[in-house]
């Protein structure tokens, strides 16, 4: 779907990914601030820079399949509080990912296992092992 679509479609609120999907492409929805509600279904692997940058998105769960957050994926999300990803797949968080999203008060880290752990704020983050670049 063309970036231009979103950029004309002012009353766009939430966006709904379509299972299968397996990119969120680079710039998709980047300084929408009527978008306050983004599903990512299970499917995708890369979500590409500043694809839901600036957005008014309030919860954000990572898909379970998921291995790349390209720079600045969520940066200016200042209204986003509560994250929540599984740590099996993660490999790659990139610059200024979440730069900005100053409201996170909340991190569930989603395990096999193990029941869902989350932080009262966000003051101290434990990455999975399967991180291996950061920036």
């Known amino acids: 779907m063309p ?3 979103f950029n004309d479609a002012a009353a766009i609120r939430t966006v709904k990914f379509a299972q299968g999907t397996e990119t969120v492409m680079a710039g998709l929805l980047e300084d929408l601030s009527r978008i306050n509600v983004v599903n990512i279904p299970d499917t995708v692997v890369r ?10 998105i309030t919860e954000l769960a990572l898909p379970e399949k998921l291995t790349v957050i390209e720079d600045s994926a969520f940066e200016n999300c200042t209204k986003l509080t509560s994250v929540t990803w ?3 797949t993660l490999e790659k968080i990139g610059n200024a990912a979440f730069k900005g999203c100053t409201a996170v008060k909340g991190l569930t880290l989603a395990q096999e296992n193990a029941a869902e752990s989350s932080t009262e704020a966000a003051q101290i983050i434990e990455l999975p092992d399967s991180v291996t670049v950061i920036g």
């Open 3 to 5: 970036v231009k679509f």
């Open 86 to 88: 599984h740590d099996h």
């Open 47 to 56: 979500i590409g820079a500043r694809s839901i940058k600036g957005t008014s």
